[in-house]
């Protein structure tokens, strides 16, 4: 496989793989304040977009091919290294961080603590 062809897959699986995160990012602000009933309501909007995660994986490994084709070259090696170390960070991420905050969002109320006990996230209840 050629270099072009390799680079321009990096570029736009990348690009594919950070549609979904900036999806959610946009719609936190209107998400965030909803209560249980409404926040499952729109949650649904979501359904099936777990494939797209496979996108994630996908710009990884193409990143890790791309720095392998050029590994002669030190700046594009070090900047699809450095691109793939982003990938795995995010996925990292979400997968210590926010797939258990999803979870524990989705998994209903017996399993949330209520009242004084969410005083260190700063409120008194959860929402």
Same mark, same amino acid.
């Given at each position: 496989?050629?270099?072009?062809?390799?680079? +321009? *897959?990096?570029?736009? &699986?990348?690009?594919?793989?950070?549609?979904?995160?900036?999806?959610?990012? @946009? $719609? /936190?602000?209107?998400k965030?304040?909803?209560?249980?009933?409404?926040? +499952? *309501?729109?949650?649904? &909007?979501?359904?099936?977009?777990?494939?797209?995660?496979?996108?994630?994986? @996908? $710009? /990884?490994?193409?990143?890790?091919?791309?720095?392998?084709?050029?590994?002669?070259?030190?700046?594009?090696?070090?900047?699809?290294?450095?691109?793939a170390?982003?990938i795995?960070?995010?996925?990292?991420?979400?997968?210590?961080?926010?797939?258990?905050?999803?979870?524990?969002?989705?998994?209903?109320?017996?399993?949330?603590?209520?009242?004084?006990?969410?005083?260190?996230?700063?409120?008194?209840?959860?929402?």
């Open positions: 496989m050629g270099t072009r062809i390799v680079q +321009f *897959l990096a570029i736009a &699986i990348g690009a594919l793989a950070l549609i979904p995160s900036g999806a959610h990012l @946009a $719609a /936190l602000p209107n965030i304040g909803l209560g249980q009933s409404e926040y +499952f *309501l729109v949650q649904g &909007i979501y359904r099936g977009w777990a494939v797209l995660g496979s996108l994630w994986v @996908a $710009a /990884l490994v193409v990143n890790i091919a791309l720095a392998v084709v050029v590994r002669t070259q030190p700046l594009p090696f070090w900047l699809a290294l450095g691109a170390a982003c795995a960070a995010m996925f990292a991420i979400f997968v210590a961080w926010t797939l258990p905050g999803n979870q524990a969002r989705t998994t209903g109320p017996a399993s949330r603590p209520t009242g004084r006990s969410c005083g260190a996230i700063g409120s008194t209840r959860m929402r």
